[in-house]
């Protein structure tokens, strides 16, 4: 009977630290500094959208799998946001996985899953890449959007630089007692961005 209550405490023990450390690791997540570094390979209906604006060639109705994607309705955009992750507490943290919600202007584009472990020592940062893929049909369709979007990438090029707010919405889960635990609400980063920074 002995054997069994020391069996018992000694599972509550461990059990015990676990929590802490977790209690610990979200105490740390709530003091991280969170923002965007930059925005990687976006494409528009499979076209590099950086080559199209290197080149000149911004006009959207030029671009082959536009047509095609709006007989379909499909016209996929995708880009990776790069989130980098700063720790200035004295305890790491760590994510298992997050949600993530992303905006223009206020307005929700996507949302999804990062399923990858990430970890953040005490003192140090690190960037995660956050991969996005979003049906914009909705808004290219729309002729005074398109016009929007067109004006937003011809920016400091033919006048004043045009600027919008970019919004990721994330919200970790972490490992707890061998279940995830979710962040209680999203965590928001803004980033002012025009044509320049974001291309």
Do not use: H, W
């Not at 991280?32 to 528009?44: F, M, N, P, V």
């Amino acid at each position: 009977m002995k054997k069994i209550l020391l069996i018992c405490l000694m599972a509550m023990g461990i059990a015990g630290c676990g929590i802490n450390k977790q209690a610990q690791q979200i105490k740390a997540l709530e003091r991280c500094k969170y923002r965007i570094t930059s925005a990687d390979e976006i494409s528009l209906a499979g076209a590099d959208v950086k080559k199209m604006i290197n080149n000149q060639d911004i006009n959207l109705g030029s671009l082959p799998g536009l047509a095609l994607g709006l007989l379909r309705r499909d016209i996929p955009l995708r880009a990776r946001l790069n989130l980098e992750v700063k720790n200035p507490t004295g305890n790491d943290a760590s994510i298992n996985q997050f949600e993530y919600k992303i905006l223009i202007n206020r307005q929700e584009l996507a949302t999804g899953f990062v399923n990858q472990e990430v970890n953040v020592t005490a003192g140090q940062a690190t960037v995660v890449p956050v991969d996005m893929e979003v049906n914009v049909y909705p808004f290219i369709s729309d002729s005074k959007v398109m016009r929007e979007i067109t004006d937003f990438v011809q920016s400091g090029k033919n006048g004043p630089e045009k600027k919008g707010i970019l919004t990721l919405k994330i919200r970790p889960s972490i490992k707890v007692a061998g279940g995830l635990v979710k962040y209680p609400g999203f965590i928001t980063i803004d980033k002012e961005v025009s044509s320049k920074i974001l291309l």
